[in-house]
Protein backbone atom coordinates (compact mmCIF):
# COMPACT_ATOMS: atom_id res chain seq x y z
CA UNK A 1 0.00 0.00 0.00
CA UNK A 2 1.59 3.24 -1.11
CA UNK A 3 1.38 6.33 1.47
CA UNK A 4 -1.15 9.11 1.25
CA UNK A 5 -1.87 12.21 2.33
CA UNK A 6 -2.67 12.45 5.67
CA UNK A 7 -1.38 9.42 7.02
CA UNK A 8 1.39 9.25 9.56
CA UNK A 9 4.82 7.96 8.45
CA UNK A 10 5.26 4.68 9.40
CA UNK A 11 8.38 3.68 12.27
CA UNK A 12 11.94 3.76 10.47
CA UNK A 13 15.23 3.65 11.45
CA UNK A 14 17.72 4.76 8.59
CA UNK A 15 21.72 5.85 8.99
CA UNK A 16 23.26 8.69 7.99
CA UNK A 17 27.70 8.68 8.94
CA UNK A 18 28.22 11.04 12.08
CA UNK A 19 31.60 11.89 14.18
CA UNK A 20 32.34 8.01 15.00
CA UNK A 21 30.77 6.43 11.65
CA UNK A 22 27.00 4.87 11.25
CA UNK A 23 24.31 6.81 13.49
CA UNK A 24 20.55 5.62 13.55
CA UNK A 25 18.46 8.29 12.86
CA UNK A 26 14.69 7.72 14.64
CA UNK A 27 12.22 8.90 11.72
CA UNK A 28 10.01 9.68 14.22
CA UNK A 29 11.52 11.54 16.48
CA UNK A 30 13.77 13.19 13.83
CA UNK A 31 9.99 14.70 12.27
CA UNK A 32 8.09 14.63 15.85
CA UNK A 33 7.03 18.30 16.29
CA UNK A 34 8.30 19.38 13.19
CA UNK A 35 7.97 20.72 9.72
CA UNK A 36 10.19 18.59 7.73
CA UNK A 37 11.02 17.92 3.35
CA UNK A 38 11.25 14.38 2.43
CA UNK A 39 13.31 13.55 -0.80
CA UNK A 40 13.67 10.46 -2.14
CA UNK A 41 15.56 9.66 -5.36
CA UNK A 42 16.60 5.99 -6.98
CA UNK A 43 20.20 6.41 -6.18
CA UNK A 44 23.07 8.36 -5.47
CA UNK A 45 25.24 9.08 -8.33
CA UNK A 46 23.10 8.91 -10.66
CA UNK A 47 22.16 11.10 -13.82
CA UNK A 48 18.88 12.78 -13.08
CA UNK A 49 19.22 12.69 -8.85
CA UNK A 50 22.73 14.33 -9.03
CA UNK A 51 22.11 16.63 -12.03
CA UNK A 52 18.03 17.38 -11.47
CA UNK A 53 16.98 16.46 -7.73
CA UNK A 54 19.57 17.32 -5.54
CA UNK A 55 20.72 20.56 -6.86
CA UNK A 56 16.47 21.39 -6.61
CA UNK A 57 16.75 21.60 -3.37
CA UNK A 58 19.99 23.10 -2.92
CA UNK A 59 18.35 25.80 -4.84
CA UNK A 60 15.28 26.23 -3.31
CA UNK A 61 16.10 25.49 0.39
CA UNK A 62 15.90 29.06 1.59
CA UNK A 63 12.84 29.31 0.40
CA UNK A 64 11.36 26.06 2.54
CA UNK A 65 13.44 27.71 5.27
CA UNK A 66 10.81 30.87 4.94
CA UNK A 67 7.87 28.60 5.04
CA UNK A 68 8.45 27.14 8.08
CA UNK A 69 10.48 23.83 6.99
CA UNK A 70 12.75 22.90 10.34
CA UNK A 71 15.13 20.31 7.72
CA UNK A 72 15.09 19.01 4.41
CA UNK A 73 16.11 14.98 3.89
CA UNK A 74 17.37 13.44 1.04
CA UNK A 75 16.30 9.59 1.11
CA UNK A 76 18.39 7.10 -1.07
CA UNK A 77 18.41 2.88 -0.74
CA UNK A 78 22.02 3.17 -0.65
CA UNK A 79 25.20 2.71 2.23
CA UNK A 80 25.30 5.61 4.97
CA UNK A 81 29.01 5.77 3.64
CA UNK A 82 27.93 6.34 -0.24
CA UNK A 83 25.34 9.13 1.15
CA UNK A 84 27.57 11.22 3.11
CA UNK A 85 30.07 11.51 0.13
CA UNK A 86 27.28 11.97 -2.14
CA UNK A 87 26.33 15.05 0.20
CA UNK A 88 30.13 16.55 0.00
CA UNK A 89 30.18 15.96 -4.19
CA UNK A 90 27.12 17.37 -4.77
CA UNK A 91 27.24 20.22 -2.06
CA UNK A 92 24.12 18.90 -0.44
CA UNK A 93 25.52 18.99 3.06
CA UNK A 94 27.20 22.16 2.60
CA UNK A 95 23.97 24.12 1.97
CA UNK A 96 22.29 22.14 4.95
CA UNK A 97 20.55 18.98 3.51
CA UNK A 98 20.73 15.88 5.07
CA UNK A 99 21.36 12.54 3.44
CA UNK A 100 19.95 9.14 5.30
CA UNK A 101 20.15 6.16 4.00
CA UNK A 102 17.80 3.41 3.75
CA UNK A 103 20.16 0.86 3.35
CA UNK A 104 17.59 -2.16 3.43
CA UNK A 105 14.85 -0.59 1.65
CA UNK A 106 12.58 -0.97 4.85
CA UNK A 107 11.05 2.54 4.64
CA UNK A 108 11.01 2.45 1.11
CA UNK A 109 9.13 -1.00 0.63
CA UNK A 110 7.24 0.43 4.09
CA UNK A 111 5.35 3.51 2.33
CA UNK A 112 5.00 1.44 -1.12
CA UNK A 113 7.77 3.72 -3.14
CA UNK A 114 9.98 0.80 -4.15
CA UNK A 115 10.71 -0.56 -7.69
CA UNK A 116 13.19 -2.40 -9.59
CA UNK A 117 14.92 -1.69 -12.93
CA UNK A 118 17.18 -5.37 -12.97
CA UNK A 119 18.58 -4.01 -16.64
CA UNK A 120 20.40 -1.06 -15.11
CA UNK A 121 21.22 -2.57 -11.79
CA UNK A 122 18.54 -0.92 -10.10
CA UNK A 123 16.66 -3.41 -7.41
CA UNK A 124 13.84 -2.37 -4.59
CA UNK A 125 15.30 0.99 -5.28
CA UNK A 126 12.97 3.85 -4.23
CA UNK A 127 10.69 5.47 -6.75
CA UNK A 128 11.29 9.64 -7.26
CA UNK A 129 9.08 11.35 -4.52
CA UNK A 130 9.00 14.56 -2.27
CA UNK A 131 6.58 15.02 0.20
CA UNK A 132 6.11 17.92 2.69
CA UNK A 133 5.53 16.15 6.72
CA UNK A 134 4.24 18.15 9.66
CA UNK A 135 4.62 16.34 13.29
CA UNK A 136 4.94 13.09 11.29
CA UNK A 137 2.27 13.34 9.21
CA UNK A 138 2.34 13.59 5.29
CA UNK A 139 0.52 17.15 4.27
CA UNK A 140 2.24 16.75 0.84
CA UNK A 141 3.34 14.24 -1.47
CA UNK A 142 4.34 14.45 -4.83
CA UNK A 143 5.59 11.45 -6.85
CA UNK A 144 6.83 11.14 -10.09
CA UNK A 145 5.46 8.59 -12.68
CA UNK A 146 8.37 7.56 -14.08
CA UNK A 147 11.90 7.63 -11.74
CA UNK A 148 13.86 9.40 -15.02
CA UNK A 149 11.54 12.57 -14.79
CA UNK A 150 12.21 15.06 -11.46
CA UNK A 151 9.28 17.84 -11.91
CA UNK A 152 6.45 17.26 -9.70
CA UNK A 153 9.36 15.86 -6.74
CA UNK A 154 11.55 18.86 -7.61
CA UNK A 155 12.34 21.49 -4.90
CA UNK A 156 10.35 23.85 -7.11
CA UNK A 157 7.37 21.14 -7.79
CA UNK A 158 7.35 21.03 -4.56
CA UNK A 159 7.17 24.33 -2.95
CA UNK A 160 4.39 25.53 -5.90
CA UNK A 161 2.14 22.71 -4.08
CA UNK A 162 2.47 24.42 -0.96
Known amino acids: MTLTVGEKLPAATLLKIGANGPEAVDLAALTAGRKVVIFAVPGAYTGVCTTAHVPS ?42 LLADAEAAFTKAIGMAFSAPPVGLIDRSAR ?34
Open 57 to 98: FIRTKPQFGAKGVDEILCVSVNDPFVMAAWGEATGATAAGIT
Open 129 to 162: YAMLVEDGVVKVLNREESPGVCELSAGEGLLAAL
